[in-house]
């Protein structure tokens, strides 16, 4: 895949309000040349974007980018690598 510049992880915990726990985990890499989307749920590959019908919202520096689905959500962030 190339050299990679750049690596970001991040983790998300909580609890619904109807008591259910959950943890959401991402990382995004820059790479060197074409890059590719890779997801999974629990440690096990997925074969489309597995939160594609879910809406994001996300605030950074007086922007705001809302998009439906992760593939969605990274062309948006322009950091899709379409």
Same mark, same amino acid.
Not at 24 to 44: D, H, K, L, R, Y
């Given at each position: 895949?190339?050299?990679?510049?750049?690596?970001?992880?991040?983790?998300? =915990?909580?609890?619904?309000? =109807? %008591?259910?726990?959950?943890?959401?985990?991402?990382?995004?890499?820059?790479?060197? %040349?074409? %890059?590719?989307? &890779?997801?999974?749920?629990?440690? =096990?590959?997925t074969f489309d974007d597995p939160l594609q019908?879910?809406?994001?919202?996300? $605030? $950074?520096?007086?922007?705001?980018?809302?998009?439906? %689905?992760?593939?969605?959500?990274?062309?948006?962030? &322009?950091? $899709?690598?379409?």
């Amino acid at each position: 895949m190339g050299g990679v510049y750049r690596f970001g992880y991040n983790k998300f =915990s909580g609890v619904l309000p =109807s %008591g259910m726990p959950y943890i959401f985990e991402f990382a995004i890499a820059e790479v060197e %040349g074409q %890059g590719e989307v &890779f997801t999974g749920v629990n440690f =096990s590959p997925t074969f489309d974007d597995p939160l594609q019908d879910e809406r994001f919202r996300a $605030h $950074h520096r007086n922007q705001t980018v809302e998009a439906v %689905g992760v593939d969605g959500f990274l062309e948006d962030c &322009f950091a $899709h690598p379409i």
